[in-house]
């Protein structure tokens, strides 16, 4: 949780004791818990507003995704998604020989 082990939640447990004192600590824990609970409600309305927002092309859109590093290893790291092939091997440029008597592909757009 967090990155937080055992012994730092009891070193937090026991400075909390310290200073807020045993009789205020239960409010205080019930105060952090709804504060907790209604910033993840609000994230979550966040999210669903964006998702309504943006309409069904982006219905699975995850705000992780967004994130610069996630999305170069997702779109640029990652195989590709219409045949499972590696990156690497989908820019593979070696010529490739026409059999005898083939006409070479035109292409309109470079010229």
Do not use: Y
């Amino acid at each position: 949780m967090f990155g937080i082990g055992p012994l730092e939640l009891v070193v937090i447990a026991i400075v909390a004791v310290l200073v807020f004192g045993p009789d205020r600590l239960p409010e205080f824990a019930r105060t952090a818990g709804r504060l907790l609970r209604q910033v993840r409600q609000m994230v979550t309305n966040a999210q669903n507003d964006l998702r309504n927002e943006l309409g069904p092309e982006f219905a699975d859109l995850e705000l992780q995704d967004l994130n610069p590093k996630n999305f170069v290893r997702k779109h640029l790291l990652e195989p590709m998604d219409d045949d499972d092939k590696p990156v690497a091997e989908l820019t593979d440029n070696t010529p490739q020989r026409l059999p005898a008597g083939a006409k070479p592909p035109f292409d309109p757009e470079s010229t």
